[in-house]
Nanobody, 124 residues
Framework: QVQLGESGGGLVQAGGSVRLSCAAS????????MGWFRQAPGKEREFVAT????????YYADSVKGRFTISRDNAKNTVYLQMNGLKPEDTAVYYC?????????????????WGQGTQVTVSS
């Protein structure tokens, strides 16, 4: 089992940058593919980005491709989401998640563990 805790959210102006961090407990962090999802008010949770166990493979939602970068540091049990060129429509609660399966999933139902989320608000 792994416990996840996000940090780094806050209020930022459009065009600005924020880096989210997600720290994981336990000594098996590198056995999980990690993902970021977000949920805006009144909307369903949506996929943002995912990264494989080694960090060698990454996938992004089209809406964030070229602006967001997911990375991980297995020595620190941490996954990051660097968000640049933020837009008001990026406003949401951002969640990190861990998937124990073999695939690097872009669908939330394949993730086994979730953090409690961190709010990112982008003002226009």
């Amino acid at each position: 089992q792994v416990q996840l805790g996000e940090s780094g959210g806050g209020l930022v102006q459009a065009g600005g940058s924020v880096r989210l961090s997600c720290a994981a407990s336990g000594r098996t962090f590198n056995s999980y593919n990690m993902g970021w999802f977000r949920q805006a008010p009144g909307k369903e949770r949506e996929f943002v980005a995912t990264i494989s166990r080694s960090g060698g493979n990454t996938y992004y939602a089209d809406s964030v491709k070229g602006r967001f970068t997911i990375s991980r540091d297995n020595a620190k049990n941490t996954v990051y989401l660097q968000m640049n060129g933020l837009k008001p429509e990026d406003t949401a609660v951002y969640y990190c998640a861990a998937a124990s399966g073999a695939l690097v999933p872009t669908t939330s139902r394949f993730y086994d563990y979730w953090g409690q989320g961190t709010q990112v608000t982008v003002s226009s």
